[in-house]
């Protein structure tokens, strides 16, 4: 941008200087054909050093009219080739801003003053409509990329509802399940009082039969003592059959509940052991691929290790090479900006007032510098902090450039200058301070620019009865809830105990357990918790 400012005011000051050119040799002509002003004769007088008289310039010379006009036509296409640089110049700024309609009129000024300009027929048929083509294919992507965000976004809004309908078709199982046990206690309960009914009553039975008895003795007294003798051994051996079988059927249904119960004890047992071998297969697999990324990252800290020894070597070569570089570079700007300022004096002695098209380029520039502060002002806020991914582009040096991870004790490590310390800076405090190390032993006026790529992502743990335990990222758009990050690793298990969740979270080195009732959560009776970055969410083994 200040090359072509820079360009754009050469022309300006060229064209002045044409124009004041053509103007001298109009009123050198028209002195030749006996238009002589007082003007015309002072200024001859000082270019020859000698006093010319009217009578010297009158008389006509046709050779040297010709020449003259000669120079007027050679100044004109002078000052014609100086605009058309001006409008291509202005025509390329637009078409670098995209500004398509305004740079497709200026490249048609520019044929219509030079019809065989190359240059602008090149941007007219093919550069401009590539680079139509090209916006609107971004465009085009860029929408594509919207819809599919919109369709993952109603993916798992179906994915929650269907979730949570599973949800409660489980809790209505359980609800149903622990009905019919409910009813086989019930059962059971009436079977045993059922059998102690039938008990008393055969007692009683018993006893009424055994007082009749004593009557009928006591009627026929001494004859049928014997045969009552008898009747009662033969009733007393019947009533401890008919107790042995009682105790046998008591025993038999005893028995029966406690296999019963141990069948169910079994069952769970069985259920636990399943659990605890799928628990340890994961871990067995995730440990192996543990082993497996660490041989793997080992692997690609050798090859990034030579990668770097190699990178230094050839950095070293292309650093000496770019400081002789450099030092001719520095000493053309130098003759460059000198050259500059000396037309810009030259200017401003001879005119005071600037042409309203210089004019407006100024202010033109100024708003685009003010604009340029707002944007600074509004990226001075955020400071950066470890494992934050920035990137940074050092003019006309590739192997400085690139993208750099905030490293965990809070520095980036550059080529060159090494470890940084940016922690807790603002992009801005970290290009002055970059630019100071490079330009106190390595580089000269270096140029830089910083932007932050990619911001980390706090993170949150889930452990226990949940299908997926593990680590996962909380959202910088919306905020995770308890239940948000459960349905995350993959809902409860079938022995979770959904009412006695915890959350363990650590604020200012002060640690705090909460317990939730996520059936509450779920019905509607209590409100969500929104998580907070390092909650540890432990979710643990229901008993019964």
């Known amino acids: 941008m200040i090359t072509q400012i820079v360009l754009i005011i050469l022309a300006a000051g060229s064209a002045v200087w044409a124009a004041d050119d053509t103007g001298r040799l109009e009123r050198q002509l028209g002195d030749a054909q006996g238009r002589v002003s007082p003007w015309v004769q002072g200024s001859a007088s000082v270019a020859t050093g000698r006093k010319v008289t009217a009578r010297q ?30 409008l291509y110049i202005q025509a390329k700024d637009f078409y670098h801003k995209d500004q398509f309609t305004e740079a497709t009129d200026i490249f048609n000024q520019i044929l219509s003053l030079d019809p065989s300009n190359k240059a602008a027929l090149d941007y007219l048929i093919n550069k401009i409509p590539a680079r139509q083509a090209k916006l609107e294919e971004q465009k085009l992507k860029q929408e594509q990329e919207q819809q599919r965000k919109a369709e993952l976004k109603r993916q798992e809004e179906e994915r929650q509802v269907e979730l949570k309908r599973q949800e409660q078709e489980r809790q209505e199982q359980l609800k149903r399940e622990t009905e019919l046990k409910q009813q086989q206690l019930e059962e059971i309960k009436k079977q045993k009082e059922l059998e102690r009914q039938q008990f008393e009553e055969q007692k009683r ?44 059927q008591l025993k038999r249904e005893t028995e029966l509940k406690q296999q019963q119960l141990e069948e169910i004890k079994k069952q769970k047992e069985l259920e636990r052991q399943q659990f605890e071998e799928q628990k340890r297969l994961a871990e067995e697999q995730r440990r192996a691929e543990e082993l497996k990324r660490q041989e793997e990252l080992k ?26 570089q450099l030092k001719r570079e520095t000493e053309l700007k130098q003759q460059q900006l000198e050259e500059a300022r000396k037309e810009k004096e030259l200017e401003e002695i001879k005119k ?65 200058i ?84 915890r959350i363990i979270r650590i604020e200012k080195d002060k640690k705090t357990t909460t317990t939730v009732k996520t059936s509450e959560i779920i019905d509607g009776k209590k409100e969500d918790v929104v998580l907070k970055p390092g909650d540890i969410v432990v979710v643990p083994e229901s008993f019964w």
């Open 299 to 324: 692997r690609q800290q050798e090859e990034k290790k030579r990668q770097e020894e190699e990178r230094k070597a050839e950095l070293k070569r292309q650093e000496q090479e770019r400081q002789e």
């Open 205 to 248: 039975l018993a006893e009424e039969q055994r007082r009749a008895e004593e009557l009928k003795r006591q009627e026929e007294l001494k004859r049928q003592q014997e045969e009552k003798k008898r009747q009662e051994e033969e009733r007393k051996a019947e009533l401890k059959r008919q107790e042995q079988e009682r105790q046998e």
């Open 57 to 86: 310039v009158m008389p006509s010379d046709p050779d040297r009219d010709q020449a003259m006009k000669q120079q007027l036509g050679q100044l004109e296409e002078k000052k014609l080739r100086q605009r058309i640089d001006t």
């Open 352 to 416: 005071e007032k600037k042409p309203p098209r210089l004019r407006k380029e100024e202010n033109a520039k100024d708003e685009k510098d003010t604009k340029a502060q707002e944007e600074e002002k509004d990226n001075e806020e955020y400071r950066v902090k470890p494992f934050d991914t920035l990137t940074i582009k050092v003019y006309e040096e590739e192997a400085l450039s690139g993208d750099y991870k905030i490293q965990k004790g809070g520095f980036i490590d550059i080529p060159l």
């Open 418 to 501: 090494r470890k940084v310390q940016v922690e807790g800076l603002t992009v801005y405090e970290i290009e002055d301070k970059v630019t100071a190390l490079l330009a106190k032993d390595y580089l000269v006026n270096p140029q830089i620019m910083i932007t932050v790529k990619e911001f980390h992502a706090e993170k949150i743990i889930l452990l226990g009865q949940v299908t997926k335990p593990g680590t996962y990222s909380l959202s910088a758009e919306e905020p995770v809830t308890l239940l948000r990050a459960i349905s995350m690793a993959g809902g409860f298990t079938n022995i979770a105990a959904m009412n006695n969740v």
